[in-house]
Nanobody
Framework: QVQLVESGGGLVQAGGSLRLSCAAS????????MGWYRQAPGKQRELVAT???????NYADSVKGRITISRDDAKGTVYLQMNTLKPEDTAVYYC??????????WGQGTQVTVSS
């Protein structure tokens, strides 16, 4: 099994930056794709970015050019570097991982609040 723990959320002013981390534990070498999703109040959870084991990335149109996903497989960690943050980026950010090419696991989430 795999467990995920996110960190790095907080309060930041518009235009600022944050770096989120998601540390995996357990069978980390069984992890293939990892990703970040977010859920704002009253809205559905949505994709932010994903990264495969080969390093192929995919981004939501709303974050392209501002947000970068990366991973360190030796540490079992995926990062989300968020720059030029906007109030509409305010949400709970969740980490997700696919392992054993079959199972999905979610972290508990970390709050990001961007003030205008």
């Amino acid at each position: 099994q795999v467990q995920l723990v996110e960190s790095g959320g907080g309060l930041v002013q518009a235009g600022g930056s944050l770096r989120l981390s998601c540390a995996a534990s357990g069978s980390i070498f069984s992890i293939s794709a990892m990703g970040w999703y977010r859920q704002a109040p009253g809205k559905q959870r949505e994709l932010v970015a994903t990264i495969t084991s080969a390093g192929t990335t995919n981004y939501a149109d709303s974050v392209k050019g501002r947000i970068t996903i990366s991973r360190d497989d030796a540490k079992g960690t995926v990062y989300l570097q968020m720059n030029t943050l906007k109030p509409e980026d305010t949400a709970v950010y969740y980490c997700n991982a696919l392992y054993d090419n079959h199972y999905y696991v979610w972290g508990q989430g970390t709050q990001v609040t961007v003030s205008s």
